[in-house]
């Protein structure tokens, strides 16, 4: 069994991401998305900070620090792009005009809420910046993480145990096994890696799994 790499997983996001589309990529590994769509496919990538029409990761002599999305990573800016206002953005984001948002998550469940702000340990810092904006405002809403935490526990779960970010709102979730669709219908499996099966999947989830 061949686990995805990052790179890989960011390559099958981007697949999914079509023509026209107007994305907002979160923190950390959803950025990297940006690095895999492909130049002839007109894709328009906001991100929260307040811009729109952000581009992939620049090389080390391109790095111009007035230029960074919302993780404060360096990023390019495409033919076109702009810049405004924190509160346009977040009225961008919260008024439906985003149609993909692409986020990391603690925790998913099979019906679609979303854990990615705290894991509600005493010593840990939240963090939920956009997400909570995101998650009801997007049309929809990609997650990726990978399946299993550290210690082996499946972060796609029955029920979320963390607190939430959003109800219901996650239809597809990408990790580095499989990627699945989720939502009032439970969790259905889209893709597996190499090596691994239906049954070998749920008992790694521990959830209720149907096939596409």
């Given at each position: 069994?061949?686990?995805l790499?990052?790179?890989?997983?960011?390559?099958?996001?981007?697949?999914?991401?079509?023509?026209?589309?107007?994305?907002?990529?979160?923190?950390?590994?959803p950025?990297?998305?940006?690095?895999?769509?492909?130049?002839?496919?007109?894709?328009?990538?906001?991100?929260?900070?307040?811009?729109?029409?952000?581009?992939?990761?620049?090389?080390?002599?391109?790095?111009?620090?007035?230029?960074?999305?919302?993780?404060?990573?360096?990023?390019?800016?495409?033919?076109?792009?702009?810049?405004?206002?924190?509160?346009?953005?977040?009225?961008?984001?919260?008024?439906?005009?985003?149609?993909?948002?692409?986020?990391?998550?603690?925790?998913?469940?099979?019906?679609?809420?979303?854990?990615n702000?705290?894991?509600g340990?005493?010593?840990?810092?939240?963090?939920?910046?956009?997400?909570?904006?995101?998650?009801?405002?997007?049309?929809?809403?990609?997650?990726?993480?990978?399946?299993?935490?550290?210690?082996?526990?499946?972060?796609?779960?029955?029920?979320?145990?963390y607190?939430?970010?959003?109800?219901?709102?996650?239809?597809?979730?990408?990790?580095?096994?499989?990627?699945?669709?989720?939502?009032?219908?439970?969790?259905?499996?889209?893709?597996?890696?190499?090596?691994?099966?239906?049954?070998?999947?749920?008992?790694?989830?521990?959830?209720p799994?149907?096939?596409?």
């Amino acid at each position: 069994m061949q686990r995805l790499n990052r790179e890989a997983m960011a390559a099958r996001v981007a697949k999914d991401i079509p023509e026209g589309a107007y994305v907002n990529l979160g923190i950390g590994l959803p950025t990297m998305v940006a690095n895999f769509l492909p130049k002839e496919k007109d894709v328009f990538l906001q991100s929260e900070n307040g811009l729109l029409g952000m581009g992939p990761a620049p090389a080390d002599e391109d790095v111009d620090w007035d230029l960074i999305n919302a993780g404060k990573q360096p990023v390019t800016l495409l033919a076109g792009g702009a810049y405004f206002h924190h509160g346009d953005s977040f009225a961008m984001m919260r008024g439906g005009h985003i149609d993909i948002c692409v986020l990391g998550a603690f925790q998913v469940s099979v019906r679609g809420d979303l854990a990615n702000w705290h894991t509600g340990a005493p010593d840990a810092i939240p963090a939920v910046g956009g997400a909570m904006d995101l998650a009801i405002g997007a049309k929809q809403v990609f997650v990726m993480m990978d399946l299993l935490t550290k210690t082996g526990e499946s972060k796609l779960v029955e029920t979320c145990t963390y607190p939430l970010t959003g109800l219901a709102c996650v239809s597809r979730v990408y990790t580095d096994l499989a990627v699945f669709e989720v939502g009032p219908n439970g969790a259905r499996v889209i893709e597996m890696v190499e090596g691994l099966t239906l049954d070998g999947l749920r008992e790694l989830t521990m959830v209720p799994l149907e096939a596409a």
